[in-house]
């Protein structure tokens, strides 16, 4: 299966279990992973046959931008779903990182990844 992915995306949202996290915007980054067939458009160079990756980027904007969630593996799970519902993907990876760490510790990043597929 072909791939279409879309690399350290950077947005600000209001994401984390404490009452700081939740109230401060936060710095995340974001990969996405899209597997769907691309040997049509790659043939007939035609946007119409494949994923716009502008309409992708904005999904992943809104979501991380608009809601809250107290843990990452949830934004990641909701980004997935949303993006399979929206194109016609086979599988979404989503990765999602945290930079600012909320815990003591020498940690650069946190970071979940989700993979869901249609069924």
């Keep these: ?12 949202g209001y994401h984390g279990t404490s009452l700081p996290e939740s109230q401060m915007r936060q710095k995340v980054e974001v990969d996405v992973e ?7 458009p790659g043939k007939d160079d035609n946007l119409e046959e494949t994923i716009d990756y ?6 992943v904007e809104e979501v991380v931008t608009e809601k ?25 990876l989503v990765r999602v990182r945290k930079l600012n760490v909320p815990f003591a510790g020498n940690a650069s990043n946190v970071e979940v990844e989700v993979s869901r597929s249609r069924k």
């Design 1 to 12: 299966m072909d791939r279409i992915r879309l690399n350290n995306i950077v947005l600000y």
């Design 68 to 92: 809250k969630f107290k843990l990452l593996e949830a934004l990641a799970h909701e980004l997935a779903l949303r993006l399979l519902s929206s194109f016609p993907v086979q599988e979404a």
């Design 54 to 59: 502008t309409k992708v980027y904005s999904l």
């Design 34 to 40: 899209l597997r769907v067939p691309l040997e049509r």
